[in-house]
């Protein structure tokens, strides 16, 4: 007998702790039977006043309660181990009843999000910056001889084809004139101008033969800008 | 007349600030290194609606430009010095290479390798105008000639019927035999 009772209690002890391992669920023992075997509660009773050293705090008996009135059911608040006790002794199988909340794993306090930056904001958060560039001692400039286009002169009535050797400044060579120096004779010889109206001296002008007297580029440009039509 | 330096050094003209991403001329001026299919519609534009005056002050800034790089004043410079700085000036800035003729009392000028802007070069007109007024300390109008390269120069009260008859495909010769200097 007191070892079917040690049996007992080591089963109950197991119980108790595989509750308290399971914080989440709860375990609720079916209503009572309307006629509790008094038989068991007599051994419980028993039971609480031998095994104090092992369940001592909450091995209460229940008080006895007529049989006539069924006993309501137990509040949820109950711990587990008050469930067990109250289930020992008797066949009713524990019934596992979830929460109403979800069985879920504790979800940690969500933390705010720093998405959004603040407002005011002393600098920027991120900042990309270029690689440094490294300059050249003398920036950049092509020199005059890399400039120096192929294209035909067309100043003082001479076509000629400059090429970047013979090229000064810039493919603008010093010009050596034909015709007194600073006579720009006109265009070049391939584009002649057409004929002109009868009373028309231009033609005559142009021509390199004509030796004029050297005129400074503001002679010239008053020349051409006293021109008015006929 | 004098000889002012016929050598136009182009180097050290850009002044290249990456670290600001600035340009500069030598002369301090910042400049814009801009694509000319961005500055075409715009000039075509300003040509359409008849108000130049932009590329016409861009000319002046360019004549400026050479002004300083002749060292003297162009009035009296070699017309052939004149034209070295104006065309290395304008060769640095993109414009194309720039030649000077003269037929009879006219000056013409031609540009040659010069972006196209708008169909009637207005806007190369325009700017060769504001560069010789520059040089010229007095208003200047450059004509285009249809079908060329060429500008004649001329004073600005006569422009408008020299475009007329540059617009009736009249040629550079036939034009200038209508021309003549007025009498004093």
């Not at chain 1, 560039?133 to 100043?155: D, E, F, H, N, Y």
């Not at chain 2, 001329?25 to 300003?46: C, D, F, K, Q, Y």
């Not at chain 2, 300390?137 to 001329?154: H, L, N, Y």
Request: proline share 11%; aromatic share 4%.
């Amino acid at each position: 007998m007191a070892s079917a009772r040690l049996d007992k209690l080591k089963s109950l002890l197991k119980r108790v702790e595989d509750r308290r391992a399971k914080p989440r669920l709860h375990a609720v023992a079916a209503p009572r039977p309307a006629a509790a075997p008094a038989a068991a509660l007599a051994d419980l009773e028993e039971l609480s006043t031998t095994t104090q050293r092992v369940a001592a705090p909450s091995i209460a008996p229940e008080p006895l309660r007529p049989a006539a009135a069924p006993e309501p059911a137990r509040p949820t608040a109950k711990g587990p181990l008050d469930d067990a006790l109250d289930d020992f002794g008797t066949d009713a199988p524990l019934e596992v009843r979830a929460l109403a909340e979800p069985i879920t794993a504790p979800r940690p306090e969500p933390r705010p999000l720093l998405i959004d930056p603040p407002r005011e904001l002393p600098e920027p958060a991120v900042t990309y910056r270029p690689e440094p560039i490294s300059l050249p001692a003398r920036p950049s400039m092509p020199t005059p001889g890399m400039l120096a286009p192929v294209v035909p002169l067309q100043v003082a009535g001479a076509s000629t084809n400059v090429t970047s050797k013979d090229t000064l400044e810039f493919g603008i060579p010093r010009i050596e004139l034909p015709v007194p120096k600073g006579e720009l004779s006109g265009p070049t010889q391939t584009v002649e101008p057409a004929p002109l109206a009868a009373a028309a001296p231009p033609a005559r002008a142009v021509s390199a033969a004509r030796v004029e007297v050297a005129r400074s580029f503001g002679e010239l440009l008053e020349l051409s800008l006293s021109l008015r039509p006929r | 007349m004098t000889s002012p330096s016929s050598a136009f050094d182009p180097g050290d003209y850009y002044a290249f600030d990456l670290s600001r991403g600035a340009v500069h001329t030598r002369h301090g001026e910042r400049v814009l290194v801009l694509s000319t299919e961005v500055i075409g519609p715009l000039v075509s534009t300003a040509a359409r609606h008849g108000d130049l005056t932009a590329v016409r002050a861009l000319g002046k800034r360019i004549g400026e430009d050479a002004a300083r790089s002749l060292g003297d004043d162009a009035r009296r410079g070699a017309p052939e010095a004149v034209l070295t700085h104006v065309s290395g000036t304008l060769a640095l800035l993109g414009w194309g290479t720039l030649t000077l003729e003269r037929w009879g009392s006219a000056l013409v000028l031609a540009l040659s390798g010069a972006p196209s802007l708008d169909p009637d070069r207005l806007g190369l007109a325009a700017l060769l105008g504001g560069v010789l007024t520059t040089l010229g300390g007095r208003d200047v109008a450059c004509v285009p000639i249809a079908g060329g390269t060429r500008f004649v120069i001329v004073h600005p009260s006569i422009a408008e019927t020299v475009w007329g008859w540059a617009k009736e495909g009249t040629e550079l010769g036939q034009i200038v035999g209508r021309l003549a200097v007025e009498a004093a």
